[in-house]
């Protein structure tokens, strides 16, 4: 194949356009960051700004590559109102808006018992508006004149499609992800989509993500030097993508994937849809994978708490940034399992991970000292002025988050977990996880690798395109590319970690007092 391909990978924080070609090599890339536009007190995607950004990019990649495909990835739990003028008729609120307790119970009470939404959509209730249901729910509520003129919602993915080729469409990995609206059970769009009212604004049926959802527009072939018989591809959610290269290497392998980013997603495929009757109610869900196959999954906000957590140690210790931490080395790690009084606590969006009702705080001495507090300087427990401990904590407490979530998830003794992302570079975090699942904790639940995969996601959406101009479905690409699982050595010495993880979790239980 001698045309290359174009990929638009939009993250929370980064904006990315990367080039491959037909062997999956990344040739060029390039990343922006946008501010959110504020509407109303809102923070809202800047959909015009970005998309301005996104077709310059694809012009000057178009001066050294001739660009065949383009695929879509985006991070999950955003839709957009389409108007009849093809333009987003109402704001593309964040989904880390939080309206408020009182709006939480009026959605289920209108749409749903959690339980009985989580058994048949796959769904859990998360906060905020991470489930995209109750985005579209706020909208219709807080803008209902500009809600009224929608005549499509699309998936963040298909968003961008439909702008690029003007055709709408919905594929599988979006539309099951922590949406509430596809009901597993009856494989459609589910009641609360109904009642919502939007069941037949969305497009029906689903398809996979390699199909091609139409041509580059002529205006935009014409503006960007993008040939016109360019295709543009279905696309698919981020995490989905990054799981794709690891399914067409192994598919039948028990593993999980550990993506790493802003969120820690741990997925897990499985052959059967379902949950046990004590799952219900917990931070577990479905995804369905880009062969629309179930996905067991767990996440937490990892990378925001290890940004959050390594500027506070920081700005305590007195040093410019993060960049100046000094790495922990195992001493520090040993010394404060020993000690076993010295912890980092989740979470900052509350109802986002594992632990829905801890607050984010650092623990010394039996006290508890908020997190708000830390980051203005006016209570600061005393380990977290040594900065080699508090960042060993810190790793600890991510290694622990993400036990409970590989136990979520389903994983067993013997399976593999696969850590990519940006916490693949964090040697203590990872050393301390595997120590955990080589059972130096006593905890059990398989081995732990790092793989090589730097921009998993964007390469996961290339496999996509690629497929689509060859015709193929992307496991067939598998022998296209080679991943190095490279095994993590567990930290030594680590003693009674289970006693750590105990009382980490006795902490994590309950809500923190203020020291």
């Given at each position: 194949?001698?045309?290359?391909?174009?990929?638009?990978?939009?993250?929370?924080?980064?904006?990315?356009?990367?080039?491959?070609?037909?062997?999956?090599?990344?040739?060029?890339?390039?990343?922006?960051?946008?501010?959110?536009v504020?509407?109303?007190?809102?923070?809202?995607?800047?959909?015009?700004?970005?998309?301005?950004?996104?077709?310059?990019?694809?012009?000057?990649?178009?001066?050294?590559h001739?660009?065949?495909?383009?695929?879509?990835?985006t991070h999950?739990?955003?839709?957009?109102?389409?108007g009849?003028?093809?333009?987003?008729?109402?704001?593309?609120?964040?989904?880390?808006?939080?309206?408020?307790?009182?709006?939480?119970?009026r959605?289920y009470?209108?749409?749903?018992?959690?339980?009985?939404?989580?058994?048949?959509?796959?769904?859990?209730?998360?906060?905020?508006?991470?489930?995209?249901?109750?985005?579209?729910?706020?909208?219709?509520e807080?803008?209902?004149?500009?809600?009224a003129?929608?005549?499509?919602?699309?998936?963040?993915?298909?968003y961008?499609?439909?702008?690029?080729s003007?055709?709408?469409?919905?594929e599988?990995?979006?539309?099951?992800?922590?949406?509430?609206l596809?009901?597993?059970?009856?494989?459609?769009?589910?009641?609360?989509?109904?009642k919502?009212?939007?069941?037949?604004l969305?497009?029906?049926?689903?398809?996979d993500?390699?199909?091609?959802?139409?041509?580059?527009?002529?205006?935009?072939?014409?503006?960007?030097?993008?040939?016109?018989?360019?295709?543009v591809?279905?696309?698919?959610?981020?995490?989905?993508?990054?799981?794709?290269?690891?399914?067409?290497?192994?598919?039948?392998?028990?593993?999980?994937?550990?993506?790493?980013?802003?969120?820690?997603?741990?997925?897990?495929?499985?052959?059967?849809?379902?949950?046990?009757?004590?799952?219900?109610?917990?931070?577990?869900?479905?995804?369905?994978?880009?062969?629309?196959?179930?996905?067991?999954?767990?996440?937490?906000?990892?990378?925001?708490?290890?940004e959050?957590?390594?500027?506070?140690?920081?700005?305590?210790?007195?040093?410019?940034?993060?960049?100046?931490?000094?790495?922990?080395?195992?001493?520090?790690?040993?010394?404060?399992?020993?000690?076993?009084?010295?912890?980092?606590?989740?979470?900052?969006?509350?109802?986002?991970?594992?632990?829905?009702?801890?607050?984010?705080?650092?623990?010394?001495?039996?006290?508890?000292?908020?997190?708000?507090?830390i980051?203005?300087?006016?209570?600061?427990?005393?380990?977290?002025?040594a900065?080699?401990?508090?960042?060993?904590?810190?790793n600890?407490s991510l290694?622990?988050?993400?036990?409970?979530?590989?136990?979520?998830?389903?994983?067993?003794?013997?399976?593999?977990?696969?850590?990519?992302?940006?916490?693949?570079r964090?040697?203590?975090?990872?050393?301390?996880?595997?120590?955990?699942?080589?059972?130096?904790?006593?905890?059990?639940?398989?081995?732990?690798?790092?793989?090589?995969?730097?921009?998993?996601?964007?390469f996961?959406?290339?496999?996509?395109?690629?497929?689509?101009?060859?015709?193929?479905?992307?496991?067939?690409?598998?022998d296209?590319?080679?991943?190095?699982?490279?095994?993590?050595?567990?930290?030594?010495?680590?003693?009674?970690?289970?006693?750590?993880?105990?009382?980490?979790?006795?902490?994590?239980?309950?809500?923190?007092?203020?020291?």
């Open positions: 194949m001698d045309k290359a391909i174009a990929v638009i990978d939009i993250g929370m924080t980064n904006k990315k356009v990367a080039v491959y070609d037909g062997s999956l090599r990344m040739l060029d890339s390039a990343s922006r960051k946008f501010d959110p504020m509407v109303e007190g809102l923070e809202v995607h800047d959909l015009e700004g970005m998309e301005e950004w996104f077709l310059d990019t694809l012009a000057f990649f178009a001066r050294s001739r660009i065949g495909a383009i695929a879509v990835t999950g739990a955003t839709m957009v109102c389409v009849a003028d093809g333009l987003p008729c109402a704001p593309s609120v964040y989904y880390t808006h939080e309206p408020g307790l009182e709006f939480q119970g959605f009470r209108a749409f749903g018992d959690r339980r009985e939404l989580q058994a048949s959509t796959g769904t859990p209730p998360l906060s905020a508006l991470i489930n995209p249901s109750k985005g579209i729910f706020f909208l219709q807080r803008f209902p004149e500009a809600f003129r929608t005549r499509r919602v699309l998936n963040y993915p298909q961008w499609g439909f702008r690029l003007g055709e709408t469409g919905a599988g990995t979006y539309t099951g992800c922590h949406s509430y596809w009901d597993w059970e009856r494989g459609r769009y589910s009641t609360v989509a109904e919502l009212g939007i069941a037949d969305m497009p029906f049926p689903l398809r993500s390699w199909d091609v959802l139409g041509r580059i527009k002529p205006e935009l072939a014409a503006r960007t030097g993008i040939g016109a018989d360019a295709v591809t279905m696309g698919i959610h981020d995490s989905n993508a990054s799981l794709l290269p690891h399914l067409a290497k192994g598919r039948g392998k028990d593993f999980v994937l550990n993506s790493t980013g802003t969120w820690c997603v741990l997925m897990h495929p499985q052959a059967l849809y379902g949950f046990a009757r004590d799952e219900l109610g917990k931070i577990v869900f479905f995804n369905r994978s880009a062969y629309n196959e179930p996905v067991k999954t767990a996440i937490f906000l990892g990378g925001m708490e290890y959050a957590w390594t500027k506070a140690i920081a700005l305590a210790c007195g040093l410019s940034g993060p960049g100046d931490l000094p790495e922990p080395a195992e001493a520090d790690y040993r010394s404060v399992v020993e000690a076993r009084d010295e912890f980092i606590m989740p979470e900052f969006v509350p109802g986002s991970g594992q632990f829905p009702g801890s607050e984010p705080r650092a623990v010394q001495g039996g006290a508890d000292y908020p997190y708000a507090g980051e203005s300087g006016a209570s600061l427990p005393p380990f977290l002025k900065p080699r401990r508090a960042l060993a904590a810190l600890l290694a622990l988050q993400t036990l409970v979530a590989l136990e979520r998830a389903g994983a067993g003794p013997a399976t593999e977990v696969y850590t990519e992302g940006g916490f693949r964090n040697q203590g975090y990872n050393a301390a996880l595997a120590a955990a699942l080589s059972g130096s904790g006593g905890h059990s639940s398989g081995r732990a690798f790092v793989t090589d995969i730097s921009e998993a996601t964007a996961g959406a290339a496999m996509t395109a690629v497929a689509a101009l060859e015709g193929l479905k992307p496991d067939a690409l598998g296209r590319f080679d991943i190095e699982y490279k095994p993590v050595s567990p930290m030594r010495g680590l003693g009674d970690l289970e006693g750590y993880r105990a009382a980490w979790l006795a902490r994590a239980a309950k809500k923190g007092d203020k020291a």
